[in-house]
């Protein structure tokens, strides 16, 4: 999984949205992306959101876009950071990848 470093930002709903690719192999019975973003603002308060994308495992590299929407505050333009989690089980057993960028938010 890989995350584009730069992302959008809503001024008007607070919302981000970021985006990458996603290669997933073999025969998956479920698999998908969390997304978590955090974006510090002022000194002590961090807006947090989460969002979850479904993704298909035939191997092929596909790109992704989610917008994560704030759970306390608004996604405002400046450094955010992106935590991205991608997950994909079969029958036997599961595969997964964890990643964490830095992304510039612009509107």
């Known amino acids: 999984v ?3 470093p730069v992302g959008e930002f809503d001024a008007r709903t607070g919302s981000a949205t970021i985006t990458g690719t996603v290669t997933c192999t073999g025969e998956a019975l479920f698999s998908y992306l969390d997304v978590e973003v955090r974006q510090a603002v002022g000194r002590m308060s961090t807006v947090t959101g989460y969002a ?3 993704i298909t495992c035939d191997g092929t590299t596909y ?3 989610v917008e994560v929407l704030p759970v306390n505050g608004k ?3 400046g450094r955010a950071a992106s935590v991205t989690f991608a997950l994909a089980c079969g029958n036997i057993g599961c595969g997964a990848d964890y990643q964490e960028w830095i992304v ?3 509107g």
């Open 2 to 4: 890989t995350v584009n």
């Open 63 to 65: 790109p992704w876009s």
């Open 104 to 106: 510039r938010l612009r």
């Open 52 to 54: 979850t994308v479904d």
């Open 75 to 77: 996604f405002v333009g």
